[in-house]
């Protein structure tokens, strides 16, 4: 599975847009972009995933570049609920042999939603 | 949301100890994953099963872990013999459908096992 790379904080304003980018230039044709975030010591929580498409959910906007090197994770209004460690990343998914289930969690982004 | 659901949500254990952390994945779905987390570090994959049978596992899970289904809904991952380094959070987690086909994933809020 290719690699990303997010920074590893970012503070955002309660009400506002949260953009969270995520690098990863190595994602091969039929690799899926998902986003996983955790709060505070809970079990991580699906977001949503891509594959070369704009997504949106109830959650979040995912929006993938063209080449799809990289990708931001929209939250249109966060809140002081979405203070999370946000995770990108990238699999090949058992549909294409890849792993079943094994999702590889980087140190992801600390978002800090502030009042 | 799809509810996956551990027992007991905080275990303290003696070392050399052998405890059994439950799982109750969404229902019907034959997969389900377990995942630690260690105080402070990553969320690290530990091993797939399916339909009674390991598919997938990492380096870490080596010969003192061991999973189970002992009944129709209930899985179970079982640590032989504690060391102190096998504190953590452990999470399981299923698919977002019955035959997944992709990685989408639902956690359990995780049981904190402590080792002393």
């Known amino acids: 599975d290719a690699k990303t790379t997010q920074p590893t904080s970012m503070d955002c304003a309660e009400g506002r847009a949260a953009n969270l980018p995520c690098n990863h230039s190595t994602i091969s044709g039929n690799e899926y972009v998902y986003w996983y975030r955790q709060i505070h010591s809970q079990g991580p929580q699906y977001i949503i995933h891509g594959l070369k498409n704009n997504e949106t959910n109830e959650m979040a906007s995912l929006i993938i570049t063209e080449d799809r090197k990289s990708s931001t994770l929209i939250l249109p209004h966060a809140t002081l609920r979405d203070t999370a460690v946000y995770y990108c990343i990238v699999s090949l998914g058992p549909s294409y042999g890849g792993s079943q289930g094994n999702l590889i969690f980087g140190k992801g982004t600390k978002l800090s939603v502030k009042p | ?116």
């Open chain 2, 1 to 116: 949301e799809p509810e996956v659901t551990q027992t007991p949500s905080h275990q303290v254990t003696q070392m050399g100890q052998e405890v059994i952390l439950r799982c109750v994945p969404i229902s019907n779905h034959l997969y389900f994953y377990w995942y630690r987390q260690i105080l402070g570090q990553k969320v690290e994959f530990l091993v797939s099963f399916y339909n009674n049978e390991i598919s997938e596992k990492s380096e870490i899970f080596d010969d003192q872990f061991s999973v189970e289904r002992p009944d129709g809904s209930n899985f179970t991952l079982k640590i032989r013999s504690t060391k102190l380094e096998d504190s953590a959070m452990y999470f399981c987690a299923s698919p977002g459908q019955e035959k997944p086909l992709n990685t989408e994933a639902f956690f359990g809020q995780g049981t904190r096992l402590t080792v002393v």
